[in-house]
């Protein structure tokens, strides 16, 4: 069982910067991969981000890619997403997610195992 707490959500505005943390639980840390969807109203849950096992391979939604940027550190168990120039429709629930069964980094979230209980992130115009 793994647990995944997220945190740092937050409002802020158009231009401005977020960091959300994702503790995870697990001894096994280095060797999930680990990934961060959003939800914002009305929509389905969407792919953002992810990183592989070792950190040697992100993969980013064309809609962030340049502003936001995922890590990892393995002595923490945490996995980390700057964000920033923020955009109003970067507006959702965050959701930190952990695959522990693949080598692949997948994109989909039904490849995801474990889920975290999500952090609200709000960009004002």
């Known amino acids: 069982q793994v647990q995944l707490v997220e945190s740092g959500g937050g409002v802020v505005q158009a231009g401005g910067s977020l960091r959300l943390s994702c503790a995870a639980s697990g001894r096994t840390f280095s060797t999930y991969v680990m990934g961060w969807f959003r939800q914002a109203p009305g929509k389905e849950r969407e792919f953002v981000v992810a990183?592989?096992?070792?950190?040697?391979?992100?993969i980013y939604a064309d809609s962030v890619k340049g502003r936001f940027t995922i890590s990892r550190d393995g002595f923490k168990n945490t996995v980390y997403l700057q964000m920033n120039s923020l955009k109003p429709e970067d507006t959702a629930v965050y959701y930190c997610a952990a695959d522990t069964s693949t080598i692949d980094v997948p994109t989909r979230a039904a490849l995801y195992d474990y889920w975290g209980q999500g952090t609200q992130v709000t960009v004002s115009s």
């Open positions: 990183i592989s096992r070792y950190g040697s391979t992100t």
